[in-house]
């Protein structure tokens, strides 16, 4: 059965249903339909979130995000590299990269690299991030191994 009545922030008048199609710009009506928008973009956020974290990453997961972002596959075994700094208030800036290999984490390759160009005390991810993805530029040119992706947590 046809609803007698359509709420639409955006969208078509559809004259063969024969529907009243509104497009409230204030009032209750339009109140309403504010809040529907936003409870269904919250649950499909939320459901999006829970996916992610329970849901396996997958080699046609990495294939179709390389799809996404333009690029093709340039490895047999698919290797996708994260990067990140972690420091303890302003002491022992370290920086980590974890390997998801074939749609699966490979912690044996997983690496933790010590920064050796910043003073004692001093914060900077950015110079921190530069050195150990130059570290890592000059290792791919010295074994001619470039990974599919690099991912770099840079905070904001």
Do not use: W
Request: glycine share 6%; aromatic share 8%; hydrophobic share 35%.
């Amino acid at each position: 059965m046809l609803p007698k009545e359509i709420l639409s922030l955006e969208g078509e008048v559809i004259d063969a249903l024969k529907i009243k199609l509104e497009y409230p710009m204030i009032g209750d009506k339009h109140d309403l339909l504010k809040l529907a928008y936003k409870n269904a973009f919250e649950y499909a956020y939320r459901k999006h979130l829970e996916s992610l974290s329970v849901k396996g990453f997958t080699k046609k997961d990495m294939l179709e995000l390389l799809s996404l972002l333009g690029y093709q596959a340039i490895n047999h075994d698919l290797l996708f590299e994260c990067n990140d700094i972690s420091h303890i208030s302003g002491n022992h800036t370290v920086a980590s990269r974890s390997i998801i290999e074939n749609g699966k984490t490979n912690p044996s390759k997983y690496r933790k690299f010590n920064i050796k160009t910043l003073e004692k005390g001093e914060i900077d991810d950015f110079a921190s991030m530069r050195e150990i993805m130059t570290r890592r530029l000059k290792e791919m040119e010295k074994t001619g191994y470039i990974p599919d992706l690099i991912i770099i947590d840079g905070g904001k």
